[in-house]
């Protein structure tokens, strides 16, 4: 079975200062990891994915997040957060091993809240 | 339409009723998810269509819950029976994903369930 696991149920961090957001995931095989953002009032928007390759993954609104096979971690992160990315990050775990039919495991979500 | 759409966007029923919760898809999107998000929590999986393969029905948390997938397009979540704990927020996303692929997860905006 897959899972994945987001260790902080809110993060609360200064604009300006670097912003991470935890993600371990467990899988059978090797997996697709992915971020989603749920900002407040609006539906779930995709931020990232890791595929293959370079373990450093860029997103949508300055967001990255590396991948760590040895410590199965890809952690979200973002080097100056601002007030506007307050909001529930989520992070999701595919196992690539899988048949057509493998569904997308997410995590418990990590509330970030940034302050002026 | 040019998102995922979900209807109704509110719906309140009481304790004992049955209620239909609908989900359009993206067109020519052939992966399609229930998931369903608790006040404040994560988002927990209910079921997984994936092309004219059989469903992913594990996470159904009861037999009170079933949906059913239409001509590979439209489809219903329906909770029979409803109990105050079924009250949440009902998500529907779908994707390009043929199963050996990776692409992202489009998001409705949900259906908020309140059962009284």
């Known amino acids: 079975a897959q899972s994945v696991a987001q260790p902080e149920d809110q993060v609360n961090v200064a604009e300006g200062n670097p912003l991470t957001v935890k993600c371990t995931y467990s899988?059978?095989?090797?997996?697709?990891l992915f971020w989603y953002v749920q900002y407040p009032n609006r539906g779930l928007q995709f931020l990232l994915k890791?595929?293959?390759?370079?373990?450093l993954v860029k997103g949508s609104y300055g967001f990255e997040a590396e991948f760590n096979k040895s410590q199965t971690s890809f952690h979200l992160k973002k080097p100056s957060a601002l007030v506007s990315d307050s909001a529930l990050y989520f992070c999701?775990?595919?196992?690539?091993?899988?048949?057509?039919?493998?569904?997308?495991?997410f995590g418990g979500g990590t509330r970030v809240l940034v302050k002026p | 339409g040019a998102g995922v759409s979900q209807s109704p966007s509110n719906k309140v029923t009481e304790k004992g009723k049955d209620v239909e919760l609908r989900c359009d898809p993206i067109s020519g999107h052939t992966a399609l998810y229930w998931y369903r998000q608790s006040l404040g929590q994560g988002l927990e999986f209910l079921i997984y269509?994936?092309?004219?393969?059989?469903?992913?029905k594990s996470g159904l948390p009861s037999d009170r819950f079933s949906a059913e997938r239409t001509g590979g397009s439209v489809s219903t979540l329906t909770i029979q029976r409803t109990q105050q704990e079924d009250s949440a927020v009902y998500l529907c996303?779908?994707?390009?994903?043929?199963?050996?692929?990776?692409?992202?997860?489009?998001f409705g905006s949900g259906t908020q369930l309140s059962v009284l």
């Open positions: 899988v059978s095989g090797n997996p697709y």
């Open positions: 999701a775990v595919r196992d690539r091993g899988k048949a057509a039919g493998n569904k997308l495991t």
């Open positions: 890791y595929i293959t390759g370079d373990n």
């Open positions: 996303a779908s994707s390009l994903d043929s199963g050996m692929t990776n692409e992202k997860l489009f």
């Open positions: 269509f994936q092309g004219n393969s059989a469903p992913d």
